[in-house]
């Protein structure tokens, strides 16, 4: 029943925002392109609502089951990048290019990749729904958050933040010293 924080999954989010967000686009379509970006690397973890179902954790639609996989991050991200690309057309003249698409499916796909990174849970269901067979990869690096608050949070969140926030930091640096030359 545990996972990375949401912190973790939204930093992969907001570090690829700052990849997609264009100067071409204008400034209310690059903040809300970096808040889908967000959303959507958090998106998996919507399954604990299966907890509250009485849904069991190793069923195909329990946490980190089907809603977790391959095939239903990857149509999510493709998705979100089609209806965000034509939400930007509404009021603007530019529009997300085909290569962000790319960019969006990285950022879907990174909540169960970065879930299997973690030291404890069942597994992820990568494979669904076509298997329900649960994996992790052979090392798992990253301390597993509780699903809600406790006190194991705090040590998990400063890990988290010491591992994603430099890279993202310096993306958004490298980003505006690039656009501003």
Request: glycine content about 8%; hydrophobic content about 55%.
């Given at each position: 029943?545990?996972?990375?924080?949401?912190?973790?999954?939204?930093?992969?989010?907001?570090?690829?925002?700052?990849?997609?967000?264009?100067?071409?686009?204008?400034?209310?379509?690059?903040?809300?392109?970096?808040?889908?970006?967000?959303?959507?690397?958090?998106?998996?973890?919507?399954?604990?609502?299966?907890?509250a179902?009485?849904?069991?954790?190793r069923?195909?639609?329990?946490?980190?089951?089907?809603?977790?996989?391959?095939?239903?991050?990857?149509?999510?991200?493709?998705?979100?990048?089609?209806?965000?690309?034509l939400?930007?057309?509404?009021?603007?003249?530019?529009?997300?290019?085909?290569?962000?698409?790319?960019?969006?499916?990285?950022?879907?796909?990174?909540?169960?990749?970065?879930?299997?990174?973690?030291?404890?849970?069942l597994?992820?269901?990568?494979?669904?729904?076509?298997?329900?067979?649960?994996?992790?990869?052979?090392?798992?690096?990253?301390?597993?958050?509780?699903?809600?608050?406790?006190?194991?949070?705090?040590?998990?969140?400063?890990?988290?933040?010491?591992?994603?926030?430099?890279?993202?930091?310096?993306?958004?640096?490298?980003?505006?010293i690039?656009?501003?030359?």
């Amino acid at each position: 029943m545990q996972m990375p924080t949401a912190l973790g999954h939204a930093m992969v989010g907001l570090g690829c925002g700052a990849l997609v967000a264009s100067r071409q686009l204008p400034r209310r379509a690059r903040l809300s392109t970096v808040a889908v970006l967000v959303l959507l690397a958090a998106l998996p973890d919507l399954d604990v609502i299966a907890f509250a179902l009485g849904i069991p954790y190793r069923d195909p639609f329990g946490h980190r089951g089907f809603f977790h996989s391959l095939f239903f991050t990857t149509c999510c991200g493709a998705i979100a990048w089609w209806i965000h690309r034509l939400s930007i057309r509404l009021y603007s003249d530019t529009t997300l290019s085909w290569s962000a698409l790319l960019v969006f499916l990285i950022v879907a796909t990174s909540h169960p990749l970065l879930d299997m990174l973690t030291d404890g849970g069942l597994g992820i269901a990568l494979g669904a729904p076509f298997s329900n067979e649960r994996l992790f990869f052979p090392t798992q690096p990253i301390p597993v958050s509780p699903i809600g608050l406790s006190a194991r949070l705090q040590p998990i969140l400063l890990w988290e933040a010491a591992v994603f926030a430099p890279p993202v930091v310096l993306i958004w640096i490298g980003r505006r010293i690039v656009l501003n030359r």
